[in-house]
């Protein structure tokens, strides 16, 4: 099917159909497990599997990956709250509360980012063309898992956090601390794609490299923000857990995501870009740090 003739609305409304099915299968299959007794998170992983093969799968009809991206950022909030009426029904504790305002705000922050720079169905997310060039080959099997499931398995990691602040209800100093981080992160975000933004309007040479506002002291400030938003969640659940457990492997695996998948792959596309090199040499990767030498203006092409 090709779809590439359809506006951004005409698109956005497939998007809408869907993932509003996919979310009522997902729905239909937690209702399910729970009337059946079935654990929990358990059950929740299940319905996430399936809901990414079913984008996975519409994804092939319409010769698009990038059906998939949004879905990273609605599906935590989804999940969230089907947990939390689950648990409490309207009665929620403040920390639950609190920790749901955390989640939507970061959900609706990168899922407006992610609408603001789609285009259509005419292009999918270059980094799945890349993959595709590649290994022609493996390419069925770097799609599935590479572009679908892992991301959707790491960020499930991260609500297995989320899941357990949500069995307690009281809140303490180490929560609040993780709590304000988390509402930090959307916040980083949203300023280092509004200064990208407003440099690529300004600057037509698609060679220059950006390193001014936050890209001054960290050459991915986005997604130092999104590292910051999952450290928050853990924090938060630290002040419940009150030692250092299993539970912190899971967002040093979104961190490995971003170290040695999601950014070799971005600077691997800009490295031979003009002053790029330069730029690496003096700007920090992930930690904003103050610069070892003033660059001259330059840009990226960074998406969130």
């Not at 654990?39 to 093969?53: E, G, R, V, W």
């Not at 069925?140 to 297995?160: E, S």
């Not at 950014?263 to 870009?273: G, S």
Request: aromatic share 16%; glycine share 6%.
């Amino acid at each position: 099917m090709n779809l590439n003739k359809l506006t951004k609305k005409q698109s956005g409304v497939i998007f809408l159909i869907v993932y509003g099915l996919t979310f009522i299968l997902g729905l239909f299959i937690i209702f399910l497990g729970l009337y059946y007794g079935r654990n929990i998170i358990i059950t929740m992983l299940i319905a996430d599997i399936i809901m990414t093969l079913v984008i996975f799968i519409v994804g092939l009809i319409i010769k698009n990956a990038s059906l998939y991206d949004p879905y990273w950022s609605v599906v935590p909030p989804y999940l969230m709250i089907l947990w939390a009426l689950s648990s409490y029904g309207f009665q929620l504790p403040i920390n639950v509360i609190l920790l749901i305002i955390a989640v939507c705000f970061w959900g609706v922050r990168l899922t407006y980012n992610w609408w603001k720079n789609w285009t259509g169905f005419s292009k999918q997310d270059w980094r799945y063309d890349y993959l595709r060039e590649k290994n022609p080959k493996l390419y069925p099997i770097t799609n599935l898992f590479g572009i679908h499931m892992i991301p959707t398995a790491v960020v499930f990691l991260q609500m297995i956090n989320v899941f357990d602040i949500m069995k307690y209800s009281f809140v303490s100093t180490l929560f609040f601390i993780g709590l304000i981080l988390s509402l930090i992160a959307p916040v980083i975000q949203f300023l280092s794609d509004k200064q990208m933004y407003d440099f690529r309007a300004k600057n037509t040479d698609k060679n220059k490299v950006i390193n001014t506002g936050l890209w001054r002291f960290s050459r991915h400030p986005n997604y130092f923000g999104e590292l910051l938003f999952w450290v928050g969640i853990y924090i938060m659940y630290l002040s419940y857990a009150g030692t250092i457990n299993i539970n912190i492997l899971y967002p040093i695996a979104m961190i490995l995501l971003f170290i040695f998948i999601s950014i070799p792959m971005m600077e691997n596309r800009l490295v031979n870009r003009p002053g790029y090199k330069a730029y690496q040499n003096s700007v920090s990767m992930i930690l904003p740090f103050l610069p070892k030498k003033k660059k001259s203006s330059s840009v990226s092409e960074e998406k969130a």
